[in-house]
């Protein structure tokens, strides 16, 4: 994997987080916060870490912002600060803005100035959870939008042994299966005879809502 640059604006639990992460996954991260104390703090987990005001663009361009991959704005509790900082980069010309949002309307907002992504983590670990806890097949899940997504989840008996033309999933339920992990083989866009057993970890593009009728099948 190319080692890739990002920015990390934000040292809160989920900007650590996402820092030590990708700097574990051999990337460059450079840390940034207004807080002297995170800042301190990070420089045991990030590549850099510099203390900043965000919303200044000639700072910014001093940290040569526009040269990094992403830039992942993780401001959690100063809106303010978030959205101008969001702001600024998009006018800086950086390549990808990644913003957090706390709830809808800022995730609106966000949308109408710019960022190439908005996330909502908080929703996002909640929507998780509650997914993990009423279906004993759920495994995992990539949120695309608010209203679609990819899932992982286990082959429910009823379609153990059976081939994915038989269960017509696509119909019934309008989900697509992209792939089926099969212990330690994943079946890339397995075809329409390709049957589905029990243990196999089916991964599905679709509604929120067929998705998770879909994974709660015993």
């Not at 820092?19 to 207004?34: C, N, P, W, Y």
């Not at 002297?36 to 990070?42: W, Y």
């Not at 309307?105 to 710019?114: A, N, R, S």
């Not at 990539?142 to 153990?160: G, M, V």
């Amino acid at each position: 994997m190319k080692e890739k640059q990002f920015a990390v604006i934000g040292i809160g639990r989920f900007g650590e987080s996402l820092t030590k992460e990708l700097t574990r996954m051999g990337h460059e991260v450079l840390a940034i916060d207004v807080d002297e104390e995170k800042v301190n703090d990070a420089v045991d987990f990030a590549t850099h870490a510099v203390q900043a005001d965000t919303m200044d663009d000639q700072v910014l361009k001093t940290l040569g912002i526009r040269n990094f991959d992403a830039v992942i704005v993780a401001i959690g509790d100063n809106i303010q600060s978030n959205i101008l900082t969001t702001i600024v980069l998009k006018e800086l010309g950086v390549k990808k803005v990644i913003s957090k949002a706390k709830n809808a309307m800022h995730g609106k907002v966000l949308e109408k100035i710019g960022a190439d992504i908005v996330i909502y983590p908080e929703r996002d670990v909640a929507i998780k959870l509650a997914r993990s806890l009423v279906s004993q097949n759920f495994v995992e899940q990539i949120n695309l939008s608010p209203d679609y997504s990819i899932i992982e989840f286990y082959t429910p008996l009823l379609f153990a042994n059976k081939s994915l033309t038989a269960a017509n999933l696509r119909q019934k339920f309008g989900v697509t299966i992209l792939a089926i992990r099969r212990g330690d083989n994943i079946i890339v866009a397995p075809g329409p005879n390709e049957n589905m057993r029990q243990g196999d970890i089916l991964v599905a593009l679709g509604h929120n809502d067929d998705l998770q009728k879909l994974s709660e099948l015993d």
